[in-house]
């Protein structure tokens, strides 16, 4: 929704030179956003405000593999040779906790309601990835579906401007390559970026991002250049080791829910959230009362939620999934089968955070392998 | 004549932290008499322990004969009792005593045994009488209290929420120790409460709010196994503060035993 694929040609693109990356910074910050980029925080890459380019995590690598996520010196030319920390975009559109509206009583007992609209000033992003975009997309045909918009997500979203960054280092956790959703950005971004050695092919693919492009100051892009980031492209794909199914995995799954599989999995799985938290499209949600003590008014709050949770599945005065294999169940099933018929594909983007942040290591690939057939597990 | 609701807090064995919810209130320590009596809180000066109440608020474990009177008297004048804190629901610090055998500690401290009197076993509030809501936590917060007050004085069910530590951390996104640092963790089978406190300051949990619903302390073991965890270190992870918790003192007896 947010742009075209872009043509390669140097009419619409141009380089900037690695010492000229906080022209980019200024540049926006000129048009009135402030900036999100990658940094070193914690022991992982995280999105944080971004003030200068010195920040970002020069000649930081990372090496993750299931259950397990360690950053490792990597080329100190590049800024972004990584695979994707623990955070998507979602954070910024789907706030983890916000207060939706408010209630107060007066003095003759009236209830007066009013709802809580988030003040979000305009942010850029810096360093989103293709599988980010691609769950940003998800993610908006949930929340801005016509005729249900949901307006704090929407507030939050309209105020983004994306500056996406090809994926040249994915991890042992990636499979995009495998769900058609990276490592090379395909749409919606403003701006996108191959990061070479020696500075940043610059594309652009909407308005505001021309409106950011045009305050740049850019050279052509060489025959080399553009050969130096397909080929980076070309191994970020042969890099990948992990594969899920292809297509719709709807039948499989459903018929197979008494697959002994399940029971499998649950035996290792904590039911703790891990995955749908840092899942970029799972966009389940609580709400809760928070009243004041003195009970004259009232917060109604939004949190993130997760099917893996006992109040998910809460119906009058029980929990339909009470136990660990049924929840797993119904987050495989929903994600790479019931989302088809919601919302005309997979809710997987193959970015692998699942499988990272899982604290014991479980693989959605392999699970799904062995309980569609078809995998060496099955 | 008030018609505010009564409202006493007494202690057991316990160190008075929980108490501090109370006294560390901020601003609805100023709403709080407005809307209560208390009628007795020791640690804040107000005495009158036989007095009837609505809600009776206890921290501390039953630890001695005449506890075990005294618990009985609360229940029998209380109208709802409310047990807060690790100490009065899953253990705490003094509970560890449970895995060993309390004759022979109190024989190898004091010179002279015979003039403690104590019960073999320290006990939750529970296992002694009927207890309406527990407020599980080391200690217990400020908003977990207040909370309940509030929906009590609704007239309400308190909402319970035994979620795990997780799912508070990934809202805070709050960069995971086990997964990006190799910490055992017990944010996974620990329920939340305390909003992921000690993993935003770069530690792991501990499991002071004790086990979360559906806990599954045999996958995290094991998981802790893997980071290089000796099987005495395990049992020490989950027998510690939440010692005395069913699901807690099973895992950790478990892995003692093997080493």
Same mark, same amino acid.
């Given at each position: 929704m947010m742009g075209t694929i872009p043509t390669a040609t140097n009419e619409d693109a141009g380089f900037l030179a690695r010492e000229r990356l906080a022209t980019l910074l200024e540049?926006?910050?000129?048009?009135?956003?402030?900036?999100?980029?990658?940094?070193?925080?914690?022991?992982?890459i995280v999105m944080a405000p971004l003030e200068e380019p010195s920040a970002l995590p020069w000649g930081t690598g990372d090496r993750q593999a299931a259950g397990e996520y360690r950053t490792r010196p990597g080329d100190p030319r590049r800024a972004f040779a990584w695979a994707n920390g623990p955070q998507a975009l979602k954070p910024l559109v789907f706030a983890p906790r916000e207060t939706l509206w408010r209630v107060k009583r007066d003095a003759q007992g009236r209830l007066a309601f009013a709802a809580e609209t988030p003040l979000v000033p305009r942010t850029a992003v810096l360093g989103v990835r293709a599988c980010d975009l691609a769950a940003l997309e998800l993610q908006d045909r949930h929340f801005l579906a016509p005729g249900r918009e949901d307006p704090h997500y929407a507030e939050r979203r309209h105020a983004l401007l994306l500056v996406a960054v090809n994926c040249t280092h994915p991890a042992a956790t990636c499979f995009c390559a495998s769900t058609g959703d990276g490592p090379a950005a395909q749409t919606g971004y403003d701006l996108l970026l191959d990061e070479l050695d020696e500075g940043y092919i610059v594309r652009v693919g909407s308005q505001a991002g021309q409106a950011l492009f045009e305050q740049l100051t850019l050279r052509p892009v060489s025959e080399a250049q553009w050969q130096a980031a397909a080929s980076a492209t070309e191994q970020a794909v042969a890099a990948q080791q992990r594969v899920l199914p292809p297509g719709d995995l709807s039948g499989p799954l459903f018929g197979n829910l008494d697959h002994p599989r399940w029971e499998v999995v649950a035996e290792r799985c904590l039911s703790c959230g891990n995955c749908t938290s840092v899942c970029p499209t799972c966009f389940c949600h609580r709400q809760d009362a928070a009243p004041s003590l003195d009970g004259a008014s009232s917060d109604q709050q939004r949190s993130w939620d997760s099917c893996f949770s006992e109040g998910h599945s809460y119906v009058h005065g029980r929990s339909l999934r009470h136990d660990t294999r049924t929840r797993y169940r119904q987050w495989l099933t929903h994600k790479l089968g019931g989302w088809h018929a919601q919302y005309g594909r997979s809710g997987c983007v193959g970015c692998g955070r699942c499988i990272a942040w899982c604290p014991v290591g479980i693989d959605i690939t392999e699970e799904a392998q062995a309980i569609c057939g078809g995998g060496e597990h099955g | 004549m008030s018609t505010r609701p009564k409202v006493a807090v007494h202690k057991f064995s316990s160190c008075d932290g929980c108490q501090l919810a109370f006294l560390n209130a901020g601003e609805a320590l100023l709403a709080l008499p407005e809307l209560l009596d208390?009628?007795?809180?020791?640690?804040?000066?107000?005495?009158?322990?036989?007095? %009837?109440?609505? *809600?009776?608020?206890?921290?501390? /474990?039953?630890?001695?004969? &005449?506890? !075990?009177?005294?618990?009985?008297?609360?229940?029998?004048?209380?109208?709802?009792?409310?047990?807060?804190?690790?100490?009065?629901?899953?253990?705490g610090i003094q509970a560890l005593r449970n895995l060993g055998d309390t004759r022979d500690w109190v024989g190898?401290?004091?010179?002279? %045994?015979?003039? *403690?009197?104590?019960?073999?076993? /320290?006990?939750?509030?529970? &296992?002694? !009488?009927k207890v309406d809501l527990e407020l599980w936590g080391c200690p217990v917060t400020t908003a977990q209290v207040v909370a309940a007050i509030r929906a009590l004085l609704y007239g309400v069910a308190p909402v319970k929420n035994r979620d795990k530590v997780c799912m508070d951390c990934k809202r805070n996104q709050t960069v995971c120790t086990l997964v990006a640092r190799?910490?055992?963790?017990?944010?996974?089978?620990?329920?939340?409460?305390?909003?992921?406190?000690?993993?935003?300051?770069?530690?792991?949990?501990?499991?002071?709010?004790?086990?979360?619903?559906?806990?599954?302390?045999?996958?995290?073991?094991?998981?802790?196994?893997?980071?290089?965890?000796?099987?005495?270190?395990?049992?020490?992870r989950f027998l510690f503060i939440s010692n005395d918790a069913p699901a807690f003192a099973a895992e950790g007896r478990k892995w003692r035993e093997e080493g």
């Open positions: 540049a926006g910050r000129a048009l009135g956003y402030r900036w999100q980029g990658p940094q070193l925080r914690d022991g992982a | 208390i009628v007795h809180f020791a640690e804040a000066g107000m005495l009158d322990p036989d007095e %009837p109440v609505d *809600i009776a608020f206890v921290e501390g /474990s039953v630890y001695t004969p &005449e506890d !075990v009177d005294r618990i009985r008297r609360i229940r029998t004048s209380s109208r709802y009792l409310i047990s807060i804190g690790a100490c009065a629901t899953s253990g190898a401290i004091y010179a002279r %045994p015979e003039y *403690i009197q104590t019960l073999d076993q /320290s006990r939750a509030i529970a &296992e002694e !009488v190799g910490e055992p963790c017990l944010g996974p089978v620990t329920g939340t409460g305390c909003g992921a406190l000690c993993p935003a300051f770069g530690r792991d949990c501990y499991g002071c709010f004790g086990p979360a619903e559906n806990p599954n302390t045999g996958a995290l073991a094991r998981r802790f196994q893997g980071l290089g965890l000796l099987p005495v270190d395990i049992a020490r």
